[in-house]
């Protein structure tokens, strides 16, 4: 009976201690510059959002904030960086779609539901279902119609195996019981000039990408993959409202630490993020992108991660997806 209590006792001490030290360290942090993992290369969205983000933390925390970006293997070698980091606060992910898809396509390194911790949601933008203006539909229903007349005929331009763009074209064939071919480009750049040219018919991109062109009416918009439409498209429907019930793929962004970060220091973060998405110049800077800030503090956010894993997991095995 003494040794149950005396280890009871010793359990205590420790939690106690453990929080008297995750006190001290939110009181006191950040006492050094703070490095957020950007999984992909330089100049895309994700970086875009990423530096902004940590420019305003800057401001807000007192210490520099800076951005590595780590691209690789599907955003896989960025994550995994930051699953083995100290769980300190001073590494954090700037996380995004690849974070609820990359488990259903690969062996990971890292366990993706042990390794970190979710901080906040920032933002989301819709996918934007685009045509070329010699496809001879004006709604998704007419485009439905035409891919269940013409199975496997019409071509749709990915930018990437396992990518938000690939993943929301295959969902949207499950959804809407149709067939098309899926061709894979290495980026944004060459999937749009392909689908420009009207060698592909189809892409599902994001609106950054396709605002332009829609702008100049080389590329028809027939819907955007959102719960509800674009301020920056507002007489484009959703792809749910046109026809295929149900839908939604969109991209988002948000910040996750690794597991073992001091809840303390995560509430923190979650704090000064809030204040942060209510700015202006960050509302700006997502209407820019094509998207809108849409927080999340932790919990939700967890929620929300684990609604996305299920339903990618369901589109990689249901379209039998393959890593490349």
């Keep these: 009976m003494k040794k149950i209590v005396k280890s009871l006792f010793v359990i205590m001490l420790v939690g106690v201690i453990s929080l008297f030290y995750g006190m001290v360290a939110a009181q006191t942090y ?8 950007v999984p992909f290369a330089p100049g895309g969205s994700n970086d875009i959002i990423g530096r ?19 691209g690789g293997a599907g955003a896989v070698i960025g994550m995994e960086l930051v699953a083995n980091s100290e769980p300190d606060g001073y590494t954090l992910l700037l996380s995004g779609n690849a974070y609820t898809i990359a488990p259903s396509l690969y062996k990971l390194p890292y366990d ?12 989301t ?13 004006n709604s998704v229903k007419e485009l439905i119609a035409l891919a269940k007349q013409k199975p496997g005929k019409l071509i749709c331009a990915s930018v990437g195996v396992g990518t938000f763009n690939h993943l929301g074209a295959e969902l949207f064939k499950i959804m809407a019981g149709v067939d098309f071919m899926i061709v894979q480009f290495k980026g944004g750049g060459p999937a749009a000039a392909d689908q420009l040219g009207g060698h592909s018919q189809i892409m599902f991109g994001s609106l950054t990408l396709a605002m332009p062109h829609i702008k100049s009416e ?36 948000g910040i996750h630490a690794p ?12 704090k000064e993020l809030a204040v942060i998405l209510t700015s202006p110049e960050t509302q700006k ?17 967890g929620k929300f991660i684990s609604a996305e894993t299920a339903k990618w997991a369901r589109v990689v095995k249901e379209g039998n997806i393959k890593a490349e």
């Design 30 to 37: 950040p006492t050094k510059p703070i490095r957020i993992i």
């Design 52 to 70: 902004q983000i940590a420019a305003r933390l800057t401001e807000r925390l007192g210490k520099q904030v800076i951005v590595e970006n780590r």
């Design 112 to 123: 993706p539901v042990k390794a970190f911790v979710p901080v906040a949601r920032l933002g």
């Design 125 to 137: 933008g819709p996918a934007v279902l685009t045509i070329h203006p010699s496809v001879p539909v």
């Design 218 to 253: 080389k590329l028809k918009a027939l819907g955007v993959g959102g719960l509800k439409r674009s301020a920056v498209l507002p007489n484009v429907p959703t792809i749910a409202e046109a026809g295929v019930p149900g839908y939604e793929s969109s991209i988002w962004w």
């Design 259 to 270: 597991a073992g970060t001091p809840k303390t220091i995560v509430d923190r973060l979650d």
């Design 285 to 301: 800077m997502f209407h820019d992108q094509g998207a809108e800030v849409d927080y999340m503090g932790p919990e939700e956010f």
